[in-house]
């Protein structure tokens, strides 16, 4: 129980963070490299931590990776999807 309670407490943090992070990520790289923009993404996520929880930034990386994971695979196609309908909204 307490468990699930912080699973959604971390997905709630993640969501609202995961497409900036990940248009960051491709700002600076652009096509490909995906594993590199991954982990440029979820260092972006993790300098919006809360300052206390900075000198447990590794742990949180570790203990949390999968939703880490999910939630940027989810933003990329979101962005993918955005991407999309405004290219058709040019043709």
Request: proline share 4%; no cysteine; net charge positive.
């Amino acid at each position: 129980m307490f468990k699930d309670k912080i699973i959604k407490k971390v997905k709630d943090l993640l969501a609202p963070l995961a497409l900036p992070a990940v248009i960051y990520a491709e700002s600076l790289i652009g096509k490909g490299f995906g594993e590199t923009k991954k982990q440029i993404a979820i260092d972006f996520i993790l300098q919006k931590l809360p300052v206390v929880l900075m000198p447990f930034r590794n742990l949180i990386k570790n203990m949390f990776y999968e939703l880490f994971d999910f939630a940027l695979e989810s933003a990329v196609k979101k962005l993918h999807s955005i991407q999309s309908s405004l290219l058709k909204g040019e043709e």
